[in-house]
C-alpha cells in the first residue's frame, strides 16, 4: 500500500481534469442489482467495440489502411468511427479525453496572458489571395463557392483573417502590446493520402496561437514564452518531446521549431544531437552534413510525429494587412507577429501511440477519459454478495474525494465474467481498476485494485482505496 501511495506521489501527472458533471447525464442503474443512487455505468455507454482484429479492418476500406498502433486501438474500442478518409466520428470517450486535453492547453495559453477567441472556418478567398497563399497552398486547400459565386476556403490555419482583425483596429496603442489571441478549432486540409487515424486526417482539431508586439526584441522574447508553455505542456502530460529546428513551410517567417514526439510511425526525421540540446528536422540541414553544428559531435537519426509548431513570422502579413500601431512617439508601426500550433487530436493519437502496448491503450493520465472502473462479482457467482459492497465503495469514493465526481465508472455487466470485464477495461486503459472479487466477503472487505499505468496489483480496504485515490491531485 505504501509503496503504491509513494509511486503515486511520485508521478505528478497524476492530475485529472475535474469538473462538476451535469446532472443529465448520470444514469441510474437499471441493469444490474445496484438499485440506489445514481452512477455512471458501462452499459450505457456509447462504445462501438470492434474487439475482433478482422472486425476493425473490416471498418477501414482496406487492410493496408490500418498502418498504425493508435489508428487501431482507437478503431478496435470504439474512439472513432470512419466516415471517409480522413474523416472520423469521434465518440465520448475520445470527446471526454480532447476536452480534458482543451482545458490543459487553456491553463497554459492563459498562464502567458492568451485571450481565447473563435474565427470563422470559413475563410474568404480575397484574404488568401491577397498573400498570395490561395495560389501557393494548392491543392491543400479545401475550397468551395457560395451561390453569388464567391470563393471561399476551410482554413487549415488563420493568419490572414487574425492579421485582417487587428489591422481593422485603428487606434492601437503599444501599451496594449503585446497580444496573445489564441482559439482551438477545427481545421481542414485536403491531404492527398490520408493515413494513420487521428494523425493525418482531412479534419482535425488545432489550437493555433497568434501574437503581436511592438519590436522584434519583444517578438522573440514572447515566441520564447510560447515554446516554454508548449514545453510545460508535454511536461505535465507525461510525453517525451523533442523541440527541432525547423523550416518556415508555407506560414513563412524568420524562426520556426517543431515539437515532436519520438515514433517509429512518425513521417519527419530528426537530427538529434546526444551531446548537446542541438535537434533539427533534416529538411533544414544540408545532406552531407553528419555533424551537430553547434559542438561537431556525431548527429542520431529518429523518427517523430509532429504535434506542435511555432514561427516568428515578423512582418510578413502585418505589412501586407497594415496592422499597425501607436508607438511612445505617436508614430504608425508594423506589429511584429508569431504563430503558434498544436495539433489537439494529433496529440491525443500520437500518446496513444507511444505509451500503449501492442493491445491496450495507456493515456497521459491527464487525458484518460474516466480514472477509475470498478468490476462488481458476475451474477450467480459465489461473490455475488459482494455486489452491495462495490455499489457503496462507488458511492463512498465520490463522496469522499469530489474531484472524482464524473470519472468513476461501474462495470454492470454482470453477466460476463471478472476476467473479461477485466481484459475490457485493461483495453480501455483506466488508470485505475478495482475488483471485488473473493477477498471482498472478508472481514473488513479488501478489494483488488489494479494500478494500469505502473503494473502494480494491490489489495486495500475501502479506507485504502480512498486514501489512494486522494493521492491523484486536481488541476
Known amino acids: 500500500m505504501e509503496g503504491l501511495l509513494t509511486s503515486c506521489r511520485a508521478l505528478s501527472a497524476l492530475a485529472i481534469c475535474s469538473y462538476q458533471l451535469p446532472r443529465y447525464i448520470l444514469y441510474r442503474c437499471h441493469h444490474s442489482a445496484l438499485g440506489r443512487g445514481q452512477r455512471l455505468v458501462v452499459s450505457r455507454m456509447f462504445q462501438p467495440q470492434n474487439l475482433r482484429e478482422d472486425q476493425v479492418l473490416s471498418i477501414e476500406s482496406k487492410s493496408s489502411d490500418l498502418t498504425c498502433k493508435s489508428q487501431r486501438l482507437m478503431l478496435q474500442v470504439g474512439l472513432i468511427f470512419p466516415v471517409s478518409p480522413g474523416c472520423y466520428h469521434l465518440l465520448p470517450y475520445t470527446l471526454r479525453a480532447m476536452e480534458k486535453l482543451v482545458r490543459v ?142 523550416d518556415v513551410g508555407s506560414i513563412g517567417g524568420m524562426m520556426s521549431h517543431e515539437f515532436q514526439l519520438p515514433a517509429n510511425v512518425g513521417e519527419d526525421q530528426l537530427a538529434v544531437c546526444p551531446s548537446c540540446s542541438f535537434s533539427a528536422n533534416v529538411e533544414t540541414l544540408g545532406l552531407s552534413q553528419t555533424n551537430c553544428p553547434a559542438c561537431q559531435s556525431p548527429l542520431t537519426k529518429t523518427k517523430g510525429i509532429e504535434v506542435g ?82 455499489e457503496h465503495l462507488y458511492d463512498h469514493i465520490v463522496e469522499a474525494v469530489p474531484p472524482l465526481q464524473g470519472e468513476v465508472l461501474l462495470d454492470d455487466r454482470t453477466h460476463l465474467s471478472i476476467g473479461n470485464r477485466l481484459k475490457d477495461a485493461n483495453k480501455f486503459g483506466y488508470p485505475f481498476v478495482i475488483i471485488s472479487s473473493k477477498r471482498a466477503l472478508e472481514d473488513p472487505a479488501h478489494f483488488e485494485v489494479w494500478c494500469q499505468n505502473t503494473g502494480e496489483v494491490v489489495f486495500l480496504t475501502k479506507e485504502g482505496v480512498v486514501d489512494l485515490l486522494t493521492q491523484v491531485q486536481v488541476v
Not at 482559439?183 to 479534419?203: A, H, I, N, S
Not at 515578423?314 to 504608425?332: V, W
Not at 508601426?333 to 501511440?353: F, N
Open 105 to 246: 492547453i487553456d491553463q497554459e495559453m492563459q498562464a502567458i496572458g492568451g485571450q481565447k477567441m473563435n474565427m470563422p472556418s470559413l475563410s474568404p478567398a480575397e484574404l488568401w489571395q491577397a498573400t498570395s497563399r490561395w495560389q501557393l497552398m494548392g491543392k491543400e486547400l479545401l475550397r468551395l463557392r457560395d451561390r453569388h459565386g464567391k470563393e471561399y476556403c476551410l482554413g487549415p490555419t488563420h493568419e490572414e483573417a487574425i492579421t485582417a482583425l487587428v489591422a481593422s483596429q485603428k487606434n492601437l496603442s503599444y501599451r496594449q502590446l503585446p497580444i496573445l489571441l489564441y482559439q482551438v478549432t477545427r481545421k481542414f486540409r485536403d491531404e492527398p493520402r490520408p493515413r494513420f487515424g487521428l494523425l493525418r486526417g482531412r479534419e482535425f482539431y488545432m489550437k493555433d496561437m497568434y501574437t503581436f508586439d511592438d519590436s522584434a526584441e519583444s517578438a522573440r522574447q514572447t515566441y520564447s514564452l510560447v515554446c516554454d508553455a508548449y514545453c510545460s505542456l508535454f511536461d505535465r502530460l507525461g510525453l517525451r518531446f523533442i523541440k527541432a529546428q525547423a
Open 309 to 390: 509548431h511555432t514561427f516568428y513570422l515578423g512582418t510578413k502579413y502585418s505589412s501586407i494587412f497594415n496592422a499597425h500601431f501607436t508607438n511612445a512617439r505617436g508614430e504608425l508601426c508594423l506589429a511584429e507577429m508569431g504563430c503558434y500550433g498544436l495539433g489537439v487530436t494529433r496529440i491525443l493519437a500520437a500518446a496513444i501511440e507511444v505509451l500503449s502496448t501492442g493491445d491496450c491503450i495507456r493515456w497521459p493520465r491527464l487525458l484518460a477519459p474516466y480514472q477509475v472502473c470498478l468490476i462488481p462479482p458476475k451474477k450467480g457467482s459465489r461473490e455475488v454478495t459482494a455486489t452491495e459492497l462495490t
